[in-house]
């Protein structure tokens, strides 16, 4: 059982539960990302189950009919384990959410995300992006995060290539040789590639913040390029603004909600407080004044 203080961010261990609960945002206008939580295995069969449970997870969505997506995370499905075992894995998440059994009633698949860990993380990350978005025309997003100093850069290469991208600031505590660690840096950094995307990319630009002044410069943006966007926030992290987003009729973006959900709920607070301090407090924020 997941006690109040993770239940806050976790939407439950079943996939029921976690379906459940994106009913209940979709009631309110805002769509659902659904994260199994799990990550770093060492061994095939743990990240070839979870690659099963995304499978299922698919189906379910189109079965359902729900305003949901997928975000999977490289070490779940076998990255650490090796190349062949993560690309094997994705390949067949990304064919079932493309299959006529997760085909919702609109005709298109089940979108995929595909997660950014650590910077050790982002050149294979994004290779399997490049590959996947162009073969299913876009259907698969990835994630760059604002406080590597060659994010940048990268947001020229995704910039010709169909799919998503979702702009974070960044929750790893990187070296500083290779990202920017102080705050205001940071917040410069986002706010020079989010200009960049609502000025380079036709696919859509997903604001992944949930700094208010970020969203609302995404919104200036988004009036200067009319660059199609979204906005994602956490599950238990200033939902009362994101029920405001939705339902703000100045407000031309889709608002989702990233839902963590599945028994391995204590590893991923213990990890995400291990790697930075700040991420304790944030939670600590949150709760308080949520």
């Known amino acids: 059982m997941i006690p109040p203080i993770a239940s806050n961010f976790v939407a439950g261990e079943t996939p029921e539960e976690a379906l459940a609960h994106v009913e209940s945002l979709n009631e309110r206008g805002v769509a659902g990302i659904l994260n199994l939580l799990g990550e770093h295995y060492e061994e095939r069969p743990p990240a070839d189950g979870d690659a099963d449970a995304y499978v299922d ?29 993560f690309q094997e894995n994705l390949a067949r998440i990304v ?24 910077h050790e993380t982002t050149d294979v990350t994004l290779d399997a992006f ?14 760059v995060q604002a406080n590597l100093k060659r994010t940048r850069d990268d947001l020229e290469r995704l910039a010709d290539l169909p799919g998503k991208v979702r702009l974070v600031k960044g929750a ?32 859509g630009v997903a604001v992944g913040s949930h700094d208010p002044a970020m969203i609302d410069y995404a919104g200036e943006l988004h009036a200067e390029h009319g660059t199609p966007y979204e906005v994602q926030m956490l599950t238990g992290v200033r939902e009362s603004a994101q029920f405001d987003l939705a339902a703000d009729p100045n407000v ?38 949520r």
């Not at 599945?262 to 213990?270: A, E, N, V």
Request: aromatic share 12%.
């Open 57 to 85: 997870l698919v189906e379910s969505i189109a079965e359902r009919d729900v305003n949901a997506c997928v975000s999977v995370k490289s070490s779940q499905i076998g990255l650490d384990i090796g190349d062949d075992a």
């Open 95 to 118: 064919e079932a959410a493309n299959a006529p059994e997760a085909t919702g009633p609109d005709g298109t698949g089940t979108f995929v995300w595909i997660d950014m860990e650590d």
């Open 130 to 143: 490049e590959r996947h978005a162009t073969a299913t025309d876009g259907n698969v997003g990835v994630c």
């Open 172 to 203: 790893y505590d990187e070296p500083a040789s290779i990202a920017y660690t102080k705050k205001a840096r940071v917040d410069e950094s986002y706010r020079e590639c989010l200009a960049y995307m609502f000025e380079a990319f036709d696919d």
């Open 252 to 289: 031309d973006a889709e608002v989702y909600q990233y839902i963590p959900y599945g028994t391995k709920w204590f590893s991923y607070f213990y990890r995400r407080i291990r790697e930075r301090k700040s991420n304790a407090l944030f939670a600590l924020r949150a709760v308080v004044g």
